[in-house]
């Protein structure tokens, strides 16, 4: 081979692989016996092996056989909290041995103990505890991650949060995407000046940490125990007029027409959604505002309201997936497994859980540049031990992912198995 030639050459080709590539409207965009080609980061080349335009050899430096091994684009967790203080394991082993949540409140518990937890970490101590989380998340083949501040509700500690959350994406080499929600909870030096915590947030707080290149988009929690529809539209306000993306936490526990709220603004996404109604839908479907359902949630709060799936089809609201990643109500550490929790407890199908997790969740983050896989798309994807897109869905547990790649650069391996678990 010629010095130009390999110049010309891709970095590295895989082939016999069966591709999920989720770019059109086919199966999971199946393509059996493919080839994808990564150069410079990108995609370059991705179809039918038997559609090479040369021989393998020929075309790439690094040329690889999957023997069958499935290929989807890199996972997009694009709802977490994943930087905090602490965690709540005592207050959960409490519970179940009869405390009540008004004994555990009582006792400085619940969210309060995330503040003060995140708030007493140094920076090295948050960083350090969250990246064995954001771990677990890469290892399970997450590629993309969110990250909201939250639990330091005041300047110092929300930019603590926002930073170690950077952080984390440069450690890992992986993308992280953040959002400041300041507007989480009341924090309680200021239980009785709810305005002036608000003013705080809207005033000071987001303009500082937006000016510091910190916040990607900015998020509240609109419910009962959190921030009124009039709170959360004075937040989205100031956020528009710095011209950054909103999305809320809406309709979890209860109906306040949040979703109706963020769509107006054109949000990215509303998330929960347990109690979204029709007309939310509407505003949803007419705004391009993704759903992005919280199956961990869900479950740890033992909810059994369900979140309104077949109108969202109706409706066309693309569904996204995500772990919620948190202490308090979703401890939820792999993507697959909220992707299995949103076809057992949601009735989605394997297909819209995991375009849930890919192609809906790039777009509930305003990134479209992956979650699909096709040429020009950014090189991040996954190769797992697994043969059908449907066993991401089924298996619960266990290390599917056999290699991870971001930008087309190789962050995560374990040794691979020819086969799937259900090989013998
Ligand atoms: N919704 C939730 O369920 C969590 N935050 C939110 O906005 C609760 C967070 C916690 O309990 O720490
Ligand atoms: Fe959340």
Same mark, same amino acid.
């Given at each position: 081979?010629?010095?130009?030639?390999?110049?010309?050459?891709?970095?590295?080709?895989?082939?016999? +692989?069966?591709?999920?590539?989720?770019?059109?409207?086919?199966?999971?965009? #199946?393509?059996?016996?493919?080839?994808?080609?990564?150069?410079?980061?990108?995609?370059?080349?991705?179809?039918?092996? @038997?559609?090479?335009?040369?021989?393998?050899?020929?075309?790439?430096?690094?040329?690889?056989?999957?023997?069958?091994? /499935?290929?989807?684009?890199?996972?997009?967790?694009?709802?977490?909290?994943?930087?905090?203080?602490?965690?709540?394991?005592?207050?959960?082993?409490?519970?179940?041995?009869?405390?009540?949540?008004?004994?555990? +409140?009582?006792?400085?518990?619940?969210?309060?103990?995330?503040?003060?937890?995140?708030?007493?970490?140094?920076? @090295?101590?948050?960083?350090?505890?969250?990246?064995?989380?954001?771990?677990?998340? /890469?290892?399970?083949?997450?590629? %993309?991650?969110?990250?909201?501040?939250?639990?330091?509700?005041?300047?110092?500690?929300?930019?603590?949060?926002?930073?170690?959350?950077?952080?984390?994406?440069? @450690?890992?080499?992986?993308?992280?995407?953040?959002?400041?929600?300041?507007?989480?909870?009341?924090?309680?030096?200021?239980?009785?000046?709810?305005?002036?915590?608000?003013?705080?947030?809207?005033?000071?707080?987001?303009?500082?940490?937006?000016?510091?290149?910190?916040?990607?988009?900015?998020?509240?929690?609109?419910?009962?125990?959190?921030?009124?529809?009039?709170?959360?539209?004075?937040?989205?306000?100031?956020?528009?007029?710095?011209? #950054?993306?909103?999305?809320?936490?809406?309709?979890? #526990?209860?109906?306040?027409?949040?979703?109706?709220?963020?769509?107006?603004?054109?949000?990215?996404?509303?998330?929960?959604?347990?109690?979204?109604?029709?007309? *939310?839908?509407?505003?949803?479907? $007419?705004?391009?505002?993704?759903?992005?359902?919280?199956?961990?949630?869900?479950?740890?709060?033992?909810? %059994?309201?369900?979140?309104?799936?077949?109108?969202?089809?109706?409706?066309?609201?693309?569904?996204?997936?995500?772990?919620?990643?948190?202490?308090?109500?979703?401890?939820?550490?792999?993507? &697959?497994?909220?992707?299995?929790?949103?076809?057992?407890?949601?009735?989605?199908?394997?297909?819209?859980?995991?375009?849930?997790?890919?192609?809906?969740?790039?777009?509930?983050? $305003?990134?479209?540049?992956? *979650?699909?896989?096709?040429?020009?798309?950014?090189?991040?994807?996954?190769?797992?031990?697994?043969?059908?897109?449907? @066993?991401?869905?089924?298996?619960? $547990?266990?290390?599917? +992912?056999?290699?991870?790649?971001?930008?087309?650069?190789?962050?995560?391996? &374990?040794?691979?198995?020819?086969?799937?678990?259900?090989?013998?």
């Amino acid at each position: 081979v010629s010095a130009d030639m390999s110049e010309t050459r891709w970095d590295r080709l895989l082939l016999n +692989a069966t591709l999920a590539t989720f770019a059109g409207d086919a199966p999971y965009g #199946l393509i059996e016996r493919g080839a994808i080609a990564l150069h410079h980061g990108r995609i370059a080349w991705i179809g039918r092996m @038997e559609a090479l335009p040369d021989a393998p050899d020929m075309l790439a430096s690094a040329v690889e056989s999957l023997d069958g091994a /499935l290929v989807t684009p890199g996972l997009i967790d694009c709802h977490t909290h994943l930087v905090f203080g602490g965690d709540r394991a005592n207050e959960f082993d409490l519970r179940l041995n009869g405390a009540s949540y008004e004994e555990i +409140a009582r006792a400085g518990g619940g969210i309060v103990s995330s503040v003060n937890a995140t708030r007493a970490a140094s920076e @090295e101590q948050l960083f350090a505890q969250s990246l064995q989380r954001a771990r677990a998340l /890469l290892a399970d083949g997450v590629t %993309t991650l969110e990250i909201k501040s939250g639990y330091g509700l005041d300047l110092e500690s929300e930019r603590r949060m926002l930073r170690v959350a950077r952080r984390l994406g440069r @450690e890992l080499g992986i993308s992280v995407r953040t959002s400041f929600l300041g507007l989480h909870a009341l924090p309680p030096e200021y239980s009785d000046r709810r305005a002036d915590y608000v003013a705080l947030v809207c005033d000071e707080m987001l303009p500082a940490l937006a000016a510091e290149g910190l916040v990607d988009a900015v998020d509240a929690f609109c419910e009962g125990i959190g921030f009124t529809r009039e709170e959360t539209r004075r937040l989205f306000e100031r956020a528009k007029q710095l011209g #950054l993306p909103v999305k809320l936490h809406a309709e979890q #526990l209860s109906d306040l027409d949040g979703a109706a709220l963020v769509a107006e603004y054109a949000g990215l996404s509303a998330d929960h959604l347990e109690h979204l109604g029709e007309s *939310g839908i509407r505003a949803m479907a $007419g705004a391009g505002t993704v759903a992005v359902l919280l199956p961990g949630a869900f479950y740890a709060l033992r909810e %059994t309201r369900l979140p309104p799936v077949a109108l969202l089809r109706e409706h066309r609201v693309p569904i996204a997936v995500a772990t919620d990643c948190n202490p308090g109500t979703s401890p939820l550490l792999s993507l &697959r497994l909220a992707a299995g929790m949103a076809c057992t407890l949601f009735r989605l199908t394997p297909e819209e859980a995991l375009r849930g997790v890919t192609v809906n969740a790039a777009r509930s983050l $305003g990134l479209s540049d992956r *979650g699909t896989l096709a040429a020009g798309q950014r090189a991040d994807l996954v190769v797992w031990n697994a043969g059908r897109p449907a @066993e991401l869905c089924y298996w619960i $547990g266990g290390s599917l +992912a056999r290699k991870v790649y971001v930008a087309g650069e190789l962050v995560s391996r &374990r040794k691979p198995s020819r086969r799937s678990p259900s090989a013998s």
